[in-house]
C-alpha cells in the first residue's frame, strides 16, 4: 500500500493538499486523527515535489527566456556586425574620397601636422612646391623646417607660426616657404586647427597657394604706376606752368583768339592730370594702400563746390544744374578731399550724359537707415541713362555703359570705381536708379553725426 | 630797400628748374645758383648760405629728403629755409618731407602763382 492509495479515502483533502498548501495539510490533520501519520508523511513529500514542479517550471521558462535572448544576441551581435561593416566599408570609403581629393590638389600645398608642428599629412600640392617626397617628410619633419627662419620667432618658432590662428581661429597671410632646392617662395598661408572625432585639437592643417609670381607682378605693376605717375606729371608741371606764364603775363597781353587756345590747352592738361591722379588712386585702392585723412565735414558745402566745378562746362552743354541742401548744412566724418571727389565725380557723369536741354539736381538730405542716421547725397540727371543689365558692372575699374560708347561720352571708366571705393571706406554705400533713355540717380549715403 | 632773399634752387627737370626760377624772381628773390643733383645743391649751399633752398624730392646725388636732412644738421644752415617740391602728392610724403625738417611742401603740379606765395611766405623778414 503506498501513501497515495492510503490517501484516496480521506476525500477532498489529498487533491487540496496535492494543489494546495502546507496550511491546507495542517487543516485535514486536525480535522482526521483516523490517519494523521500518513497524511502528513504524504504531506512532507508533496510539497518537495510542488515545490520542485514549481521550480522546474520557472528554470524552464528562464531557460526558454534565456534561449529568446541568446537567439536575440545573436541576432542583434549579427545586426550589429553588418552595421560595423557598412559602417567601415562607408569610412574607407570616405577616406579614399579624402585622400584622393588632397592628392588631387597639385597646386596648393596641403600638410596636416600634429599638436607639435610634426607633418601628418604631405599632398601632392606640397611635393611639388617645396620638392621633397611624402616619404621622407611624414613623421619625419616639422612644418618650420620649410619656413624661413626669419618669419618665425626662434625660441619657440612653430608657436609664432601659429599664434595668429591659436588667437583668431584661422589665418590668413604670407609666408616665405624654403624649398629643397633653396629657392624661396611666397605663399599665402590658410592656416586651421584641425579637431580629432571627440573635438580634441589633434594637430594643424596648413594650406598654401604660391603667390610669388603674383605678387612680384604686383610690385611690378606699383612700380610702373608710382614711375608712369611721375613721368606723366613732370611734363604736365611744366606744361602748366609755362601756360601760366604765359596766360598771365601782364606786360604782353595775349589777343582773345590766342587766349581761347592756350585755355584750350590748359582744359586738356588739366584733364590729363586728372587720369594720371584717378590711375594713380585706383592702384593704390587696388593695393589696399589707400587711406583717409578724418575730420567733421560739411556736406552741403561739398555739393555746394562740385555744382562751382561743373557750372561752366554744364552751361556749355546748355544744362541746367540745381542744388537742394538743408540750409543748416550737414555734417559727416570724413576726408573733405576724398568726399569733393566723390561728389565731382558723379555731378561731371551727369554732366557729361545728359543732351543740351537737360537738367542735374544735386540733393542732400538727412535720414534713417536702419534705425543709424544717414546723410543723402544724391545726384539725379536727365541724360541717357544706363541698360539695366549693365548696371551690376558699373563700378567695374575700365567699364564703360554701352550707352556711353554709344554718344561717343569720352572717359576712361575710372570715376565710379574710385567714387565707390571712397564711399565704401568711409562706411557709406553708392546706388544707382537708372531708366535708359530718361535718367539717373545715384545715391550716396554716409554715416552722419547726430547734431 | 631790403637787398632781395637769396635763393638756391635744385630740381633735376630743367624746365621745372627754369620755371622755379622764373617763380623765385616774381617772388622778389635772386637766384644764387640752380644745380640738377642733390650733391650739388649741398656745396652750393654750404659756400653760399642761401635764406632759402627749394629743392625736387627726387633728384639724382642725394634726395631732396637727403638734403634736407643734412642742412638741418649743419649748424651753418640752421636759419635756412626749405621748401620741398615733388610729383607725391599723398599725406604719406607730405608728411615725410616734413618729417626731413621741410618749412614747406609743394606737390607737383605747382601753380605758378602758388609758388610765388609759397616764396614769399617763408622768406618774410629774412634778413638779406
Known sequence: ???????????????????????????????????????????????????????????????????????DLVTRGQSTADELEVATRMMKARAQTM?????????????????????????????????????????????????????????????????GAQDNGSDVRDWTYLTTDGRQL?????????????????????????????????RLKDQFVSLISHELRTPLSSILGYLELVMDDEEQPLTDEQRQYLTTVERNAQRL???????????????????????DVDLAGIVRAAEDTARVTAAARGVAVSVEVPAEGLVVRGDALRLGQACDNLVSNAVKFTPAGGSVTLRLSAAERDGAPVALLSVSDTGVGIPTGEQGKLFTSFFRASTARRNAVPGVGLGLTITKAITTAHGGTLDVASAEGRGTTFTLALPRLES | MDAPVRVL????????????????????????????????????????????????????????????????????????????????????????????????????????????????????GTPA
Request: some cysteine; glycine content about 8%.
Open chain 1, 186 to 218: 611666397t605663399v599665402s598661408v590658410a592656416i586651421t586647427p584641425r579637431t580629432d572625432d571627440d573635438g580634441e585639437q589633434a594637430g594643424w592643417n596648413f594650406v598654401g597657394t604660391d603667390m610669388t609670381e603674383a605678387r612680384a607682378a604686383e
Open chain 1, 273 to 295: 592730370l586728372r587720369l594720371v591722379g584717378d590711375l594713380l588712386f585706383t592702384a593704390q585702392v587696388d593695393a589696399g594702400r589707400f587711406t583717409l585723412q578724418p575730420e
Open chain 2, 9 to 124: 634752387v635744385a630740381d633735376d627737370e630743367e624746365d621745372i628748374r627754369l620755371l622755379v626760377c622764373v617763380a623765385v624772381r616774381k617772388a622778389g628773390g635772386t637766384v644764387v645758383a640752380a644745380v640738377a643733383d642733390g650733391t650739388e645743391a649741398l656745396r652750393v649751399a654750404s659756400a653760399e648760405r642761401p635764406d632759402l633752398v627749394v629743392l625736387d624730392v627726387s633728384m639724382p646725388g642725394a634726395t631732396g629728403l637727403e638734403v634736407c636732412e643734412a642742412l638741418r644738421a649743419d649748424p651753418g644752415s640752421s636759419g635756412c629755409r626749405v621748401l620741398l617740391l615733388s610729383a607725391g602728392a599723398s599725406p604719406d610724403d607730405v608728411a615725410r618731407g616734413l618729417a626731413a625738417g621741410a618749412d614747406a611742401y609743394l606737390p607737383k603740379p605747382f601753380t605758378v602763382a602758388g609758388l610765388v606765395a609759397q616764396v614769399r611766405e617763408l622768406t618774410v
Open chain 1, 99 to 163: 585622400t584622393s581629393v588632397i592628392d588631387a590638389v597639385t597646386e596648393q600645398s596641403i600638410i596636416g601636422t600634429d599638436r607639435d608642428g610634426l607633418i601628418r599629412v604631405w599632398n601632392p600640392g606640397a611635393e611639388r612646391m617645396l620638392g621633397l617626397p611624402r616619404a621622407e617628410v611624414v613623421r619625419v619633419r616639422s612644418i618650420t623646417d620649410f619656413h624661413d627662419p626669419e618669419d618665425l620667432d626662434q625660441a619657440a618658432p612653430f608657436a609664432s607660426l601659429v599664434q
Open chain 1, 1 to 71: 500500500m503506498t501513501a497515495v492509495a492510503a490517501l484516496r479515502p480521506a476525500g477532498p483533502g489529498v487533491p487540496a493538499l496535492l494543489a494546495g498548501t502546507a496550511t491546507a495539510g495542517l487543516v485535514v490533520l486536525l480535522a482526521d486523527p483516523g490517519t494523521p501519520v500518513l497524511l502528513v508523511a504524504a504531506a512532507a513529500v508533496a510539497l518537495p515535489v510542488v515545490e520542485l514542479a514549481r521550480r522546474l517550471r520557472a528554470q524552464l521558462s528562464a531557460a526558454a527566456d534565456l534561449e529568446q535572448q541568446r537567439r
